[in-house]
């Protein structure tokens, strides 16, 4: 009988590289889970602190990420098609790229730090003082990430997913045994309460970028200065990319900073249902990257059959996955939210974001593969202006009317994230039959030869 992870565009296929991303994105989200749930014991201030601070810090570096992934997209293209010299020259892009971007993104950060944060918190002093204590000390692993993802993002465009799980369970184990340490002291060690979480991250987070660098010298040797021709189409690609995940992420961070004045109980309660749903939301998007890959692999094959019947195989496995979440999270919310507090404002309103967070569990599953596909093949454009339209147009307004206006806490951000990803699963769904009919595609980005060629 044949291995179904041998065929061609199966489920089979997109689960063999999907499980090691979803185990290596689980392990690599537990460290914020951990961080949240332990910082809980501590106080609920600091528990929305360190919370608010991790929203700001992946709201920056989002956008220098995001121009990572252009790169990785060529690599996934080129081994389709062959072209072993332009797999090597996008890996050196990506790792250039990641170099850069991590330096810009430090530099970013320590505005906000200094500058930006004690408006966002005058009111609340504790809030203020855990926020900025995670925050400043986090500084220090903005470049050691962004080159960590740059080096990660080319060997999964080479379909080398594995080192993603390895690295995300010994970066979580590390964070999380140094969490007990740091935060509530041990022996001679201080407790140290949001401090000692960002040190025990950032641990993390260096023992993951070793591990990431290592096997990317392995795969694709040392990294040479890419020709002028493929690092303008990586960042062609990826400055889409990034500002859509920038915009987006702003967004969100706006979307904290309404809920921060409206009170630390409404903050601290979304911050606890985020942790809840990455537990679904990672295994989704560790499903939606596989097809991600293997798409662009096709593309740039010039087999669109096969990209298509790719898509349809990963859409089936995210909505199974994540709809099953959903079910969990509508029946023993409750339960699940009493794991990370004890506070009763938080558990009630927590019980509640739960109960709707289940409900847009399916349209998210679909959003999720389609853009990931789309952007292998290049339509970035639409992808960020779709995804921005949806974070400014819907979920940051209904905040503000029915989060703030209207008195309904964080309900009424959630609400509006239901509707962004209905609308989105919508809009998506109509686009992505371009890319079997070969409407949909930048393969003069991606390979470097016009889309002309193929038709």
Request: aromatic share 8%; glycine share 12%; net charge positive.
């Amino acid at each position: 009988m044949k291995d179904p992870s041998t065929i061609a565009g199966s489920p089979g296929e997109i689960l063999s590289l999907a499980w090691p991303i979803a185990v290596g994105m689980l392990s690599y989200t537990v460290m914020g889970v951990i961080d949240t749930a332990l910082m809980g014991q501590v106080g609920t201030s600091a528990q929305a602190g360190v919370g608010l601070a991790s929203t700001l810090i992946f709201c920056c570096m989002s956008f220098f990420r995001g121009i990572v992934t252009g790169a990785q997209n060529i690599v996934a293209a080129a081994d389709g098609a062959k072209d072993h010299a332009r797999v090597r020259q996008a890996g050196s892009a990506a790792l250039l790229l990641g170099a850069t971007s991590g330096l810009m993104a430090m530099v970013v950060c320590a505005i906000i730090v200094f500058f930006v944060l004690p408006f966002i918190t005058s009111q609340e002093p504790q809030l203020a003082d855990a926020t900025f204590h995670y925050f400043s000390l986090r500084l220090i692993d903005l470049p050691i990430s962004i080159v960590g993802f740059a080096a990660q993002a080319a060997l999964q465009g080479l379909g080398d997913t594995k080192i993603r799980m390895w690295a995300g369970l010994a970066g979580n184990a590390i964070n999380g045994t140094l969490d007990f340490v740091f935060i509530f002291g041990l022996g001679p060690i201080p407790a140290m309460g949001a401090s000692g979480a960002a040190l025990a991250t950032i641990a993390g987070t260096l023992a993951m970028t070793l591990m990431y660098l290592k096997r990317y010298l392995t795969c694709f040797k040392r990294p040479q200065m890419p020709p002028k021709s493929v690092l303008f189409n990586a960042a062609h690609l990826g400055l889409p990319a990034g500002t859509q995940a920038l915009l987006a992420n702003i967004a969100w961070g706006l979307t904290n900073v309404v809920l921060t004045r409206i009170g630390s109980s409404e903050l601290a309660a979304s911050q606890v249902v985020v942790n809840i749903t990455s537990l679904s939301f990672l295994p989704g998007y560790g499903i939606a990257e596989a097809t991600s890959t293997l798409v662009g692999r096709a593309i740039g094959a010039r087999n669109l059959p096969l990209a298509a019947r790719t898509i349809r195989s990963g859409r089936k496995i995210a909505l199974t996955v994540m709809g099953l979440c959903g079910v969990l999270f509508f029946t023993c919310g409750s339960q699940i939210a009493s794991l990370f507090s004890q506070d009763q404002s938080v558990l009630l309103a927590a019980g509640k974001l739960l109960q709707i967070a289940a409900a847009f569990q399916l349209f998210d599953a679909i959003a999720t593969v389609h853009l990931a596909s789309l952007r292998a093949a290049g339509d970035m454009k639409f992808c960020m202006i779709i995804s921005c339209s949806g974070s400014w147009g819907i979920t940051l307004p209904a905040t503000v009317l029915f989060g703030a206006c209207l008195g309904w806490g964080a309900s009424g951000a959630w609400l509006g994230m239901l509707a962004e990803t209905l609308m989105l699963a919508f809009f998506t769904g109509w686009r992505i039959k371009g890319i079997a009919q070969g409407r949909i595609g930048r393969l003069d980005l991606l390979l470097g030869i016009s889309s002309r060629a193929t038709r």
